[in-house]
């Protein structure tokens, strides 16, 4: 017997870590290397901007998203929970970086 699907089909499949705090942080791509911001908390929003003009990626080493960014293009990241992601780019993997989310 299951329970009640679909009270609502407004959310994404990911639940939110946090409420969010209306901050946007952006890791910017530029020159095929990841600028990271100094400080991201779970509640922010983080966008990805690709400032060259090939695609880029942006995928932790535990796979446990992707996110693609075409050339001169902005995309969103999932909300993160508190902790260190270690990614790279999986189009170019000597592209690496890593941020802390507090
Ligand atoms: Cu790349």
């Given at each position: 017997?299951?329970?009640?699907?679909?009270?609502?089909?407004?959310?994404?499949?990911?639940?939110?870590?946090?409420?969010l705090?209306?901050?946007?942080?952006?890791?910017?791509?530029?020159d095929?290397?990841?600028?990271?911001?100094?400080?991201?908390?779970?509640?922010?929003?983080?966008?990805?901007?690709?400032?060259?003009?090939?695609?880029?990626?942006?995928?932790?080493?535990?796979?446990?998203?992707?996110?693609?960014?075409?050339?001169?293009?902005?995309?969103?990241?999932?909300?993160?929970?508190?902790?260190?992601?270690?990614?790279?780019?999986?189009?170019?993997?000597d592209?690496m970086?890593?941020?802390?989310?507090?």
């Amino acid at each position: 017997m299951l329970a009640v699907f679909g009270v609502g089909c407004s959310s994404d499949t990911t639940e939110p870590a946090a409420p969010l705090s209306g901050r946007t942080v952006e890791i910017a791509i530029t020159d095929f290397e990841f600028v990271v911001p100094n400080e991201v908390l779970s509640s922010d929003r983080i966008v990805l901007l690709n400032n060259d003009s090939v695609d880029h990626n942006l995928m932790p080493l535990d796979e446990s998203f992707s996110v693609d960014v075409g050339a001169g293009k902005t995309a969103e990241l999932p909300q993160l929970a508190p902790g260190k992601y270690a990614f790279h780019c999986h189009i170019h993997p000597d592209m690496m970086g890593e941020i802390v989310v507090s």
